[in-house]
Nanobody
Framework: QVQLVESGGGLVQAGGSLRLSCAAS????????MGWFRQAPGEERRFVAH????????SYRTSVKGRFTISRDNAKNTVYLQMNSLQPEDTAVYYC?????????????????WGQGTQVTVSS
């Protein structure tokens, strides 16, 4: 199976930046669609961004477009989420996820492996 471990979360002031990393171990990381989701207290886990196995296509939820960038380095089995111009509403636990099936998806149920999450807190 695949194990995913997120890192890079922390406390940042509004307007600041953080870069999250997700290190993967296991079979065929380069063939997986990778996604980032987030979950604020008392709310559902929501899609943030995903990237295809080749890194040629990305997608973002509307609220983070232009501020967040997802990327991957298959040689390092790592996916990143660069977060700029952070806002208090970005505060959440951020989860890395891997989808083993062909095709991209924004649905939680479409992802097969999940990390433990990393906390991002943005102060106003």
């Amino acid at each position: 199976q695949v194990q995913l471990v997120e890192s890079g979360g922390g406390l940042v002031q509004a307007g600041g930046s953080l870069r999250l990393s997700c290190a993967a171990s296991g079979r065929a990381f380069s063939n997986y669609t990778m996604g980032w989701f987030r979950q604020a207290p008392g709310e559902e886990r929501r899609f943030v961004a995903h990237i295809t196995w080749g890194g040629d296509s990305t997608s973002y939820r509307t609220s983070v477009k232009g501020r967040f960038t997802i990327s991957r380095d298959n040689a390092k089995n790592t996916v990143y989420l660069q977060m700029n111009s952070l806002q208090p509403e970005d505060t959440a636990v951020y989860y890395c996820a891997a989808r083993t099936a062909y095709g991209v998806s924004r649905l939680r149920a479409s992802y097969d492996y999940w990390g433990q999450g990393t906390q991002v807190t943005v102060s106003s």
